[in-house]
């Protein structure tokens, strides 16, 4: 595709300016020399309709929620209602500034004090951050929780290290060590789960506690979670719940009655916002009381006068990002929550389980499921017995019948894994269809694997060497422009 230097014709604008009141030299001269261009900028060239007619084109070719069925396993593609992305664009909270005084803000406190008493309901915890931006920031966040938590009692360095059962999903070792923790691996049973008696030997003096995703990244749900917990409460250590699959349970289990110390919430997969492009997110942290003196700073507190900022916690870790996290993401949160209510979040956790089990049921037919058990937001098949197609072309394949691959090789623990998530909103038919898609296309990969190993073919591009444009990326057009 044309880029927009490609388009329009020297000296054509898009936009027109005032001119200045004072002449160019005149304005120039309030430049230092040395840090004045020798040339204008490279600008592009083009008018109105060009640029408009160039970023619609482009628009056109992104693939989202919006445009058909996305069923990314671990990132759980949310229903994002348009009437949050409305409220999360009111002037009188995008204007905001978090400096502002209290009194000006009492909205906006309200926002987070509120969400985080929902999110401490919602959780079965009783203390909260809202300050991470995103699931693995929480999970650093955690992390540092747990070493100060340690460090206070004199169990630095002796507990030194993390345990992860090898289906973890993979920013949860990064943090462990990003933390100063060594990571310890604990294979699962053939069920897919922790593996107790794995876990009682790994259980020494030495351990700070154990990161588990609830449910796993196969979308099994532990079913000896609380034992996992109490064991490693009594070996002296603490547990970590990834909270980013809690579209599984929510409104159904309280991770604080499994055991959880921590847990971290994502609310970009939980409750609203579209993401998928790197952000924005929110990974708000809740923690047991043993750990709520080191959580960051500031608090929204609320009292006769309204809500206000506290700073009194001195053995806060400090802080992990500025004032309160990603706020927007927050609000749309907190609008998801309380038009749901109570009862429409455990539909929530129905939908996903039910869309998820009912794929499963039908895939499991074609595919092969290594850890064979009802599910419960996703599932996890293998891509193995297509002889030389393998789970990369099959998922290149499902672009030519007009759907987002899922996730693919991940979780590790299975071969050429496809790992399905669907959006708890998807109607049948869209279900069926994405089953009748990958049927077909294991069909093809016995009858005609040279069709699915060139796929796509109906795509702007074709396949991508992805690892040429990790090493050798093109970051920057090739202008010849003496700045340049
Ligand atoms: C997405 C995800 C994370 C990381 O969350 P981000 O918001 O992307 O940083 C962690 N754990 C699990 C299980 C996830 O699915």
Request: aromatic fraction near 8%; proline fraction near 8%; glycine fraction near 10%.
């Amino acid at each position: 595709m044309a880029t927009i230097y490609d388009v329009g014709a020297p000296g054509r604008r898009a936009a027109s300016t005032p001119s200045p009141k004072r002449d160019t030299e005149d304005l120039l001269s309030l430049i230092p020399a040395g840090a004045r261009r020798k040339h204008g900028p490279r600008l592009p060239q083009v008018s109105q309709p060009e640029l408009v007619r160039h970023y619609t084109a482009l628009s056109r070719l992104n693939y989202g929620v919006d445009s058909g069925f996305y069923p990314l396993g671990s990132c759980t593609m949310k229903y994002n209602p348009k009437l949050n992305e409305d409220l999360a664009r009111l002037p009188g909270f995008t204007g905001l500034h978090p400096a502002l005084p209290e009194k000006q803000t009492q909205g906006a406190l309200a926002v987070l004090w509120e969400l985080g008493e929902l999110l401490k309901r919602i959780s079965g915890m009783p203390a909260i951050t809202m300050q991470p931006a995103a699931g693995a920031h929480g999970e650093l966040t955690g992390m540092l929780l747990l070493k100060k938590y340690f460090q206070e009692r004199g169990e630095l360095p002796a507990r030194s290290k993390v345990l992860l059962p090898d289906s973890a999903h993979g920013t949860n070792p990064a943090s462990a060590a990003m933390a100063g923790f060594e990571v310890v691996s604990l294979a699962s049973t053939r069920r897919g789960t922790v593996d107790i008696d794995t876990l009682k030997k790994a259980l020494d003096t030495d351990v700070a506690g154990i990161m588990l995703t609830v449910p796993n990244t196969l979308g099994i749900f532990e079913d000896e979670i609380a034992a996992v917990s109490r064991l490693v409460h009594e070996a002296g250590g603490l547990t970590y719940f990834d909270g980013a699959n809690l579209n599984a349970f929510l409104g159904r289990a309280l991770p604080g009655n499994m055991g959880a110390d921590i847990f971290h919430f994502n609310l970009h997969k939980t409750f609203s916002t579209p993401h998928g492009g790197g952000g924005p997110g929110a990974g708000p942290l809740a923690v047991s009381e043993s750990l709520a003196p080191y959580l960051p700073l500031p608090d929204v507190v609320q009292d006769d006068q309204g809500f206000s900022l506290s700073w009194d916690r001195p053995r806060s870790i400090g802080r992990v990002h500025p004032y309160h996290g990603n706020f927007l993401v927050s609000l749309r949160a907190l609008a998801y929550i309380l038009t749901l209510g109570d009862v429409g979040l455990r539909e929530v956790s129905a939908g996903a389980v039910l869309a998820a089990n009912y794929l499963r049921v039908k895939l499991q037919e074609v595919f092969q499921l290594p850890y064979a058990s009802l599910c419960k937001h996703e599932f996890v098949l293998s891509g193995q017995g297509f002889g030389e197609v393998r789970t990369m072309d099959i998922a290149k394949r499902l672009m030519d019948y007009g759907f987002h691959p899922p996730t693919v090789y991940f979780p590790l623990i299975v071969k050429e894994a496809l790992m399905i998530e669907p959006t708890e909103t998807e109607p049948r038919e869209v279900l069926d269809a994405f089953a009748e898609a990958l049927t077909l296309i294991a069909r093809e990969a016995k009858e005609d694997p040279q069709l699915v190993k060139g796929a796509p073919h109906s795509t702007p591009v074709r396949r991508l060497d992805d690892a040429r444009a990790a090493r050798q990326p093109v970051l920057r057009l090739p202008f010849d422009h003496p700045d340049e």
